[in-house]
């Protein structure tokens, strides 16, 4: 099946630094990538959905600005969380959509646990 | 707006025994319906889908009915195992924005 890699799969930070998350479809290229925060013991939420070429689209209560999302290709989408504070650590998922004819699957990454001391 | 609710959890099994998590849906139109399931220290994966009334989707011995009537999608297993232990998410796809919408997800331990 179709493979979708993230990088780094762990990150420990200090508080006020910024950190980059990479999302990749390594077996298919995926125009639309969508980007999931998932906290201890609940659902996934969804942060934003990421079209190559343009502007992210954000969903209600996230911030656009501290949430920094790059879909500069058909293959990679990145999500910098900037200056970020002990709130944000959680653990962040990425899933890539592929087409095939009017089939549309989304495939998740492995998810990146971040921590921020 | 979309929503998903499945049943709470944990669910403890013994192996072998019969396994139902329940899912309803409230979606606009017709949305396909997916089960993720996500293993211990990993991500997501697709379990099975369905994609209208009435389909059903199965994998590894687990199956869900499309059940448009009750707006339900409930999975069910014949007979667990103990690496069955996965917390099992229910999701709708409204077609639309094509973003998943996810339910609380369910936490199932199955015990030798």
């Known amino acids: 099946g179709a493979v979708v890699s993230q990088h780094p799969s762990w990150v420990i930070c200090k508080s006020g630094t910024s950190v980059k998350i990479e999302c990749r479809s390594l077996?298919?290229?995926?125009?639309?990538m969508f980007w999931y925060r998932q906290f201890p013991k609940q659902s996934l939420m969804l942060m934003a959905t990421?079209?190559?070429?343009?502007?992210?689209?954000?969903e209600q209560g996230v911030e656009k600005d501290k949430f920094l999302i790059n879909h500069a290709s058909l293959t990679l989408s990145t999500l910098t969380v900037t200056s970020a504070h002990p709130e944000d650590s959680s653990f962040y998922i990425c899933?890539?959509?592929?087409?095939?004819?009017?089939?549309?699957?989304?495939?998740f990454g492995p998810g990146t646990r971040l921590l921020v001391l | 707006g979309n929503s998903v609710t499945q049943m709470e959890g944990p669910v403890t099994l013994s192996e072998e025994a019969f396994l139902t998590i329940n899912c309803t849906y409230t979606a606009t139109g017709y949305p396909s319906l997916f089960w993720y399931v996500q293993y211990p220290g990993e991500g997501l994966q697709l379990l099975l889908k369905?994609?209208?009334?009435?389909d059903k989707g199965s994998n590894k011995g687990f199956e869900a009915t499309y059940r448009k009537e009750t707006t339900s999608f409930h999975l069910e297993k014949g007979s667990v195992q103990v690496s069955d232990s996965a917390v099992y998410f229910c999701?709708?796809?409204?077609?639309?924005?094509?973003?998943?919408?996810f339910g609380g997800g369910t936490r199932l331990m199955v015990k030798p």
């Open positions: 999701a709708l796809n409204d077609n639309a924005g094509n973003m998943l919408t």
């Open positions: 077996d298919f290229q995926a125009t639309t």
């Open positions: 369905a994609t209208k009334a009435d």
């Open positions: 899933s890539a959509r592929l087409e095939r004819g009017a089939q549309e699957t989304q495939y």
């Open positions: 990421s079209n190559e070429g343009s502007k992210a689209t954000y």
